[in-house]
């Protein structure tokens, strides 16, 4: 099922955001503080804006019960590589 897809996705995302948070020195645990980190502290608007959007997607599968059709899914699921990349592209220069 697409929807389970994307929850693994997003959870892997929600992970590697959690790890550069910790990296930094803060400890963020919940999906609304770990975007604002995104937006607040690594200034990146425009990843706050997009995951801001999947988070919204899995509140409603998962609190919700909300199911997503495939297109939607798959987009959301393209969403989070993205992400995931530009991440792990933060991350990189981190280290350099």
């Known amino acids: 099922n697409c929807n389970f897809v994307f929850e693994d ?18 400890n ?3 999906h609304l503080c770990i975007g604002f980190y995104l937006r ?3 200034k990146r608007e425009d990843l ?3 995951f801001d959007d999947l ?5 409603s599968l998962t609190y ?4 997503m059709d495939y297109n939607t899914a798959k987009q959301s ?3 989070c590589k993205t992400l995931i990349k530009e ?4 991350i990189k220069n981190r280290n350099n």
Not at 87 to 90: A, G, Q
């Open 9 to 26: 996705y997003y959870t892997s995302l929600l992970e590697l955001l959690q790890a550069i948070a910790f990296l930094n020195g803060y």
């Open 28 to 30: 963020i645990l919940n």
């Open 40 to 42: 607040d502290i690594l």
């Open 48 to 50: 706050f804006i997009i």
């Open 55 to 59: 988070r919204y997607k899995r509140n």
């Open 64 to 67: 919700y019960g909300t199911k």
């Open 77 to 79: 699921i393209d969403k």
């Open 87 to 90: 991440l792990k592209e933060i």
